[in-house]
């Protein structure tokens, strides 16, 4: 298990044990945690996972894919750390990993 | 009214949907999910395609883990349907016999397959894809040698025909229009697909009518087509569209239209303590200036959130624009938008490809567009849809000018 932070845009924190094998969005949305829509469930299709990851956490949780770049372009309040939660699979390496969800998903 | 008595009456994408939001945004009165189904909400897109491919199990499906619902304080009732609604009394009365009272219903009864009414229709082999149990069956009837034929060239249908081939089976899409997807696609997205169908070893029979399934010992064994011919098959996936699941409404006098006719709240135009959300509703999209219908995911998380937000007194969700996508090979399809009134079309890349987007167009405002491998294209198609900014045809044309530059 891996303890991942999701943290709101208001600052709530939610810390949850994510199975290894899932990714960051579906730690979050089967935990109901506010702030994750996750339209199309995991397809890199709809932009709507979007977070922000902690510094500290950047490296390991890889890079963005093309599909996902082009994606994270066009949704709104982008930043360099922005990522979208679906393509990121949780592993033993992510324990202790922080993101934060932006204001809106859309 | 946080104390007020919810029932949901379906348990799909919708329904399992509006129950976690009600609880997300604080509702605190009990929440009863009724579900004919025999297991916990899932997600529906992906058994014709990576459950069907074996690449995702019953855990990766399901909307939230089957503990949740307890933990929530959700009263789910699997395997329960609903046999009348008293809008009088506010009850709806179980499969089971009981009587449920409710301060606000939410109807996502959803939608079921159309069935072909002709000979044979009962046969072993003849199958739908519409819930797990459906994708089951068709899990096991394709595999390397099995002849499998797809009834309707549309999305389902192509999905599932994109996994068979995917599993080794042989496949043949009969199709009643001389080009797939007819009804949602232009032609250079039906010949775009068509194309790669074919490289993938499908084979098409356009523009043929289907009359009679054949079989032996109460299984199908082939598919006859008006002009004589019989098509050999092991199994047969219907895909010719689907009916909302609106008898409980019309019954119980609510306005219908082929769907639960609701407004922008997702609330029934005759009652006030009715919500229908999801493939049942029949909705206003005032970017389009019109009510209609619409089956996908989007769309019913859509509704549940506003359906949800109107029960919490949230103030509505901003309005959207409706989208979907598919992915058929390595191909991803997303559209933006529906093409209403368009009066003209512009492909912007090369379809030859694989990386394009064909925008429907209306005077100078984009109505819809579906993007092939162009995420740009849909991003942003997708917010000129919502905006109904005009945009110049030319740029849109020109894949060397940036979308954002188009849409500047």
Redesign the interface.
Known sequence: MAKITYVEHNGTEHTIDVKPG?SVM?GA????I?GI?A???G?????TCHVYVNEAWLEKTGTRSA?EE??L???EGVQDNSRLSCQIKVTDALDGLVVTMPESQ? | MSEARVVIVGAGHAGGTAA?LL??YGHEGPIALIGDEPIPPY?R??LSKAWLKGEADAD?L????TE?YAE?GIDFRPGTSVSALNRGAKTVTLSDGSTLPYDHLILATGARAIALPIAGKDLEGILFLRTAADAEALKAAVGPGKRLAVVGGGYIGLEVAASGRALGADVVVLEREDRILARVACKALSDFFTGQHEAHGVTFELGCSVTAFEGRDGRVTGVTLADGRTIACDAVVVGVGATPNDELAKDAGLECARGVVVDLDARSVTDPAVFAIGDVAHRPMPIYDRMFRMES??NA?EQAKQAACAITGRPRP?G?CP?Q?S?QYDL?L?IAGYAFDVDEIVVRGDPATARFAVFHLKGDQVQSVEAINA??EF??GK?LILSRKPVNKAKLADPSIS?KEVAA
Do not use: I, T, Y
């Open positions: 899932l579906e949305v089967k935990n109901n506010p829509d339209d199309c469930g397809a890199c299709a709809c932009a599909m082009s994606m372009d066009f949704a859309h | 976690a609880r997300q997600q897109p992906p990766s399901a909307l939230k883990p949740f929530a995911v989007p998380l901003p959207e989208w996508w992915d991803k997303q995420p740009p991003m942003m917010q979308m």
